[in-house]
């Protein structure tokens, strides 16, 4: 499986900026889409984006036009750039990978908390 480490979590006034990084090792082949979710106490683990190994990313409605996801494949780090930040993306953001043929591997997750 593939580890994943998360960072660039904090505390931000709304309308804020933050931006999170996921860096990968390990076992990496045959992976065909990473991304980050989220989630807040007692509440699903939601998609907030993905980007495939073709480059195709793709955004839940609610952060569209705000975030953006990028890699740098050299680094092997996914990246979430979040721009005009709202309260209600205050919560627990995760990183994860997929592979063919084997479990999706996540990070220990990084807080977001926005202000208001």
């Known amino acids: 499986q593939v580890q994943l480490v998360e960072s660039g979590g904090g505390l931000v006034q709304a309308g804020g900026s933050l931006r999170l990084s996921c860096a990968a090792s390990?076992?990496?082949?045959?992976?065909?889409?990473m991304g980050w979710y989220r989630q807040t106490p007692g509440k699903q683990r939601e998609l907030v984006a993905t980007i495939t190994s073709g480059g195709t990313t793709n955004y839940a409605d609610s952060v569209k036009g705000r975030f953006t996801i990028s890699r740098d494949i050299a680094k092997n780090t996914v990246y979430l750039q979040m721009n005009t930040l709202k309260p209600e993306d205050t919560a627990v953001y995760y990183c994860?990978?997929?592979?063919?043929?084997?479990?999706?591997?996540w990070g220990q997750g990084t807080q977001v908390t926005v202000s208001s």
């Open positions: 994860n990978a997929k592979q063919v043929r084997r479990a999706d591997s």
């Open positions: 390990g076992i990496m082949f045959n992976i065909y889409s």
